[in-house]
C-alpha cells in the first residue's frame, strides 16, 4: 500500500488497493479518501514544481552576478542574500512552531491548502487515517524542513562567497 501511495503522488494515477479475504474482493479506500487524495496529488504536485521552479530561479540569479555587468552589482547581490535570509527566518519560524505544536500546525496548514474537508478522516472508518498517523507527517514535515533549511544554507553560502567576490573587485 506505500509503494501504491507513492506511485499515486507521482502519477496520480489509481489510488485504489484491493484485496481478497474469503474470496471476496475489497476496496482499501472508500470515496472520501480517494477524493482527498486527488486534492493531495494535485497540491504535491504544484509544490513540487513550484520547488523547482525557486531552485532554478535562485540558482540563476547566482550564476548571472557572476560577471561585472552593472545591474548586477553588490547591492542586488545584497538584496538577493537579504532576501534569502528573511526567507530562511520564515522556513526557520514554521519548524520552531511545528516542533512546539505540530498538531495546531497540520490543522492550520490543511485549513488553508484545502477548500473542503475531507482531509478530516474518522480512523474507525477510514484505513487511510490509520496508515498515516500524526508520526508520519512529523516525519515527513522533518525531511521537508530539513531539505529546506540545507538549500537556504547552501544558497546563502553560495551568496556570501559572491559578494565577497564582488566587494574585492569594487
Partial sequence: VAKMITRYLQTGRNFQHTYVVDGMEYVAFNAKEQTHMADVHSLFSHSTWVCWMLLILSFGCLLQFDNNAP?????????????????????????????????????????????????LLDPRTDLLIRLMPIEFFISYAAIIG?????????????????????????
Fill in 71 to 119: 545591474w548586477k552589482s553588490l547591492p542586488h547581490m545584497l538584496t538577493f542574500r537579504h532576501t534569502l535570509i528573511a526567507v530562511l527566518a520564515v522556513v526557520t519560524a514554521v519548524i520552531i512552531l511545528a516542533c512546539i505544536d505540530f498538531n495546531s500546525l497540520f490543522v492550520l496548514f490543511h485549513q488553508v491548502a484545502f477548500t473542503n474537508d475531507l482531509w
Fill in 146 to 170: 530539513g531539505l529546506w533549511l540545507l538549500g537556504m544554507v547552501g544558497l546563502l553560502v553560495i551568496s556570501t562567497i559572491f559578494i565577497r567576490k564582488a566587494k574585492e573587485r569594487e
